[in-house]
């Protein structure tokens, strides 16, 4: 883990669903697209790299509503399909320098609003205007 990430995850125990801590900065950036279909939905995430130091290897966690199960998954590996999604990098698309992104997608059945947070490492994401 970075440096940054050490500090930051020292700082703040990062909580699904919970606001990001007073004086806690982002990492990263999250553009979050989704379209429903009938029993599901699809949804296209891009997640940047807004902090100053590379991130090698990451983990990615969103949650979803109690319904939503993730059926499919690309561009990531998929390590919790429910409640808390969990995903994990691809060897190919571990290492983000700063300024750079990711994109993974997925299929999932049931439905979902968009995720209230995201993180990264158990760093706090924000969520693109």
Request: aromatic residues 8%; neutral net charge; glycine residues 10%.
């Amino acid at each position: 883990m970075s440096r940054i990430g050490r500090a930051m995850l020292g700082a703040a125990l990062m909580i699904p669903g919970a606001a990001t801590p007073a004086g806690t900065a982002a990492v990263c950036e999250v553009a979050y697209r989704m379209s429903a279909y009938t029993g599901g939905f699809t949804a296209g995430i891009t997640v940047l790299n807004i902090g100053t130091e590379t991130i090698n290897g990451w983990t990615f966690r969103f949650p979803l509503d109690a319904t939503a199960t993730v059926v499919e998954i690309w561009n990531a590996v998929l390590l919790s399909a429910t409640d808390v999604v969990t995903t994990r990098d691809k060897s190919w698309n571990a290492v983000v320098p700063p300024g750079n992104s990711i994109t993974i997608g997925f299929r999932a059945t049931g439905a979902s609003a968009t995720p209230s947070s995201f993180t990264v490492n158990d760093l706090p994401c924000r969520v693109a205007p």
